[in-house]
C-alpha cells in the first residue's frame, strides 16, 4: 500500500496520530491515508483508537476510518490485535452489522476503513430520550441479537456490546459495529491474556469477570439485555461508584425487577430481558438466535419509528461511527470506560473483585448460604425468623412417582411426554405448556397445569420450580384424590411474577397426597405465549413426624 499523501512537504517526517492529525487539519492541510482516504472529521475518540470522517477518493463514497493511537501502533500486541479485528470482522457480512471495507497501514499509521451509517448511537438516543417504547427497544435488540447470532455461528464474539457500538441509522436501519476486541473461538490462548478482563463494566457478564465459564455467545446475550433493561427502565440495571463496583454488583445481587421501574412493560418483555440477563450463562436463552425469536413478538415493525430516533436526539453530530474502547472525554460516565487493556489500576481493581468473589463463593460454600433455602419465597409463609426455622429447616426431599397434564378445558393434555424432564435433574431438559397466541391462553380456556403424584400421603411444607419463563403467575393446589375439576382442589398457595427460581413455602404443612401446579394468565412471551419449567421439588417432614 502506498505512503500517505500529505500536501505540505514539511509534513511528511511527522508520524501523526490523533492529536497531530486534529492539528494539522486545523492547520487546512489534508490528510490522506494508503494514497486514497482523505480524513476530514473526527467523529469520536476512546481509549484505543480515533474514528474519522473520511472521503475514498477511488470509489468516490464516505467513509469512516479507524486509527489506532500512536502509543499502541507501537505496541505489536496492540497491532496484533487490530489486525486480527480486521480478519474477525472481514467475515462478517449481514444487513445489522457495519462492514469493513479496507486495512492498512501508512508509515507508523495503523488503521481500519468501514461503513459510515448517518445517523446516532443508541448511547446517544438513550441520553436525549431517557427510555425507549417497549416495541422500539424489542425491535432494536431483536435486530442486534440477529447480528450477533450470526457473528457466532461464524466463530466469532463480540465481548463489548454496549449501546455505544450499536448505530441508528436515518433511514431506520440498525447495526452492530466494533468487532474490536472480537476473538475468533476456535483460537485459545491467544490474546486474551490470563486476569485480563475484556468488555465495559455496565455490561459486562458475570464470566468475564471471574473466569467461571469459557467467554462465549452468551457473554454478549448478557450485554444485550443490560442493554434492553437500560432502554426500557431508563437507567443501568447496575451501577457502583467506580467501574470494578458495578461489574461486582451483579456477582452479588439482581438488578430491580423491570416492571418495578417501569409498569408500562409487558411482563413477557420483562421475562425476555431478565432470562438474558442471568447471572449463570447455563440460565439464559440458547441462543442469540433464541432471543431474537422471543424479542420479535413484542418488536415494533414500523422502521419510521426506529428512523426518527437520531432525528431526535440532541447535540447530534453528523454521523458518529462506533467508539473504541471509551467515549470522548467529555461525553458519559466514568463507568462507561472500557476493560480492555486500561491501565494497571484496572488490572488490580479486577484481580481485586476476582479474590472478593473467590471469598464470597467460598464462604457461601462453608455456611451453606448456597442452598435451597436462598430460592426466593413466596405464598403463604412469611419471613421467618433466622432462629425460629420451623418446619422447613427440618424439611427432606419427598420422591415424587408420577406427573400428569392438567388441562381440564381442553381434553388433550399438555405435552405429557415431556412431563419426566421436570424429574431428571437436568435444566437443559424442560416441559412447558402449548404455545398460545395471547397471553390470555387464546381465550380458549382460564389455565393449565400439571399434577403431582407422591405416592402416598406426606407432610408438604414447600414446593421448588425451576422457571424457564420468569414472570409466570402460578397457583398451588392440593387434593386426596386426583381430578380434572378444578374445583375438587383446595388452593394452598399463590405465586405471582414467579422468578426463575421460586419455593413456594406454606405457612402450615398440609397433609396430601397429590398437588396441582396451576397456570393462570396472563402468559409471560418467551418466543411465544407459554409457561416453561425445568424441574419441581417437593419438600415435607420426614415420614412419622407429628405436626
Known amino acids: 500500500m502506498e505512503a500517505g499523501n500529505v500536501t505540505d512537504p514539511a ?15 486545523r492547520r487546512k492541510h489534508t490528510v490522506v491515508l494508503g494514497g486514497r ?26 467513509v469512516a476510518v479507524k486509527l489506532l493511537h500512536d502509543h499502541l501502533a507501537a ?20 444487513p445489522h452489522v457495519v462492514s469493513l471495507y479496507d486495512t492498512g497501514a501508512d508509515g507508523d499509521r495503523v488503521y481500519l476503513v468501514m461503513e459510515f451509517v448517518e445517523g446516532a448511537t443508541l448511547r446517544e438516543v438513550m441520553a436525549n430520550l431517557g427510555t425507549l417504547e417497549p416495541g422500539q427497544a424489542a425491535s432494536i435488540g431483536e435486530r442486534i441479537a440477529r447480528a450477533l447470532d450470526y457473528a457466532h455461528d461464524r466463530g466469532l464474539v463480540h465481548r463489548d456490546v454496549k449501546p455505544a457500538n450499536i448505530l441508528i441509522g436515518d433511514d431506520g436501519s440498525v447495526k452492530v459495529a466494533d468487532f474490536g476486541i472480537a476473538k475468533a473461538e476456535e483460537h485459545d490462548g491467544d490474546l486474551t491474556r490470563t486476569g485480563m478482563v475484556l468488555g465495559t463494566a455496565a455490561y459486562v457478564a458475570p464470566e468475564q469477570i471471574t473466569g467461571s465459564h469459557p467467554v462465549d455467545g452468551r457473554a454478549d446475550q448478557y450485554a444485550l439485555g443490560c442493554m434492553l433493561y437500560e432502554a426500557l427502565a431508563g437507567r443501568q440495571p447496575f451501577k457502583g461508584d467506580t467501574a470494578v463496583a ?37 440460565d439464559r436463552f440458547v441462543s442469540t438466535a433464541a432471543l431474537a425469536d422471543a424479542l420479535a413478538a413484542f418488536a415494533d415493525r414500523d422502521p419510521a419509528h426506529t428512523a426518527a430516533l437520531p432525528l431526535a436526539t440532541a447535540h447530534r453530530v453528523a454521523r458518529r461511527q462506533s467508539e473504541v474502547g471509551a467515549p470522548p472525554e467529555d461525553q458519559g460516565p466514568p463507568e462507561q470506560e472500557s476493560f480492555a487493556r486500561s491501565e494497571g489500576r484496572w488490572l488490580l481493581g479486577v484481580l481485586a473483585l476476582i479474590i472478593v468473589a473467590g471469598a464470597l463463593v467460598g464462604a457461601a460454600l462453608v455456611t451453606g448460604a448456597l442452598d435451597s433455602d436462598r430460592l426466593p419465597r413466596v405464598g403463604g409463609a412469611e419471613e421467618e425468623d433466622p432462629g425460629d426455622q420451623g418446619d422447613t429447616a427440618e424439611a427432606e426431599p419427598i420422591t415424587i412417582a408420577a406427573l400428569a397434564s392438567f388441562d ?10 415431556s412431563l419426566p424432564a421436570l424429574l431428571d435433574e437436568d435444566r437443559s431438559s424442560t416441559w412447558r405448556t402449548d404455545i398460545y397466541n395471547s397471553a390470555e391462553f387464546g381465550g380458549l380456556k382460564d389455565g393449565v397445569g400439571f399434577s403431582v403424584d407422591l405416592g402416598e400421603s406426606r407432610d408438604v411444607s414447600r414446593v421448588e420450580l425451576d422457571v424457564e419463563t420468569p414472570g409466570v403467575n402460578l397457583e398451588l393446589h392440593v387434593a386426596d384424590q386426583i381430578s380434572q375439576d378444578l374445583e375438587e382442589w383446595d388452593r394452598v398457595a399463590t405465586a405471582d411474577d414467579a422468578p426463575a427460581g421460586v419455593a413456594i413455602d406454606l405457612e402450615e404443612s398440609v397433609t396430601t397426597r397429590h398437588l396441582l401446579i396451576w397456570i393462570t394468565p396472563p402468559l409471560p412471551n418467551s418466543g411465544g405465549y407459554k409457561a416453561e419449567f425445568s424441574e419441581i421439588r417437593v419438600m415435607g417432614l420426614p415420614t412419622g413426624r407429628d405436626n
Open 11 to 25: 509534513e511528511h517526517t511527522e508520524a501523526m496520530g490523533g492529536a497531530a492529525i486534529t492539528e494539522h487539519l
Open 37 to 62: 482516504y482523505e480524513l476530514t472529521e473526527r467523529i469520536a475518540s476512546g481509549g484505543m483508537a480515533s474514528v474519522w470522517r473520511a472521503h475514498d477518493d477511488v470509489l468516490a463514497r464516505t
Open 75 to 94: 505496541d505489536e500486541d496492540f497491532r496484533e490485535r487490530f489486525r486480527r479485528e480486521a480478519i474477525a470482522a472481514a467475515k462478517l457480512t449481514h
Open 246 to 282: 458495578t461489574a461486582a454488583q451483579r456477582l452479588e445481587s439482581n438488578a430491580t425487577p423491570l416492571r418495578a421501574l417501569r409498569p408500562d412493560v409487558p411482563r413477557g418483555l420483562e421475562s425476555i430481558v431478565g432470562r438474558a440477563m442471568a447471572r449463570h450463562p447455563e
Open 408 to 417: 381440564p378445558a381442553g381434553g388433550d393434555g399438555e405435552n405429557d411426554e
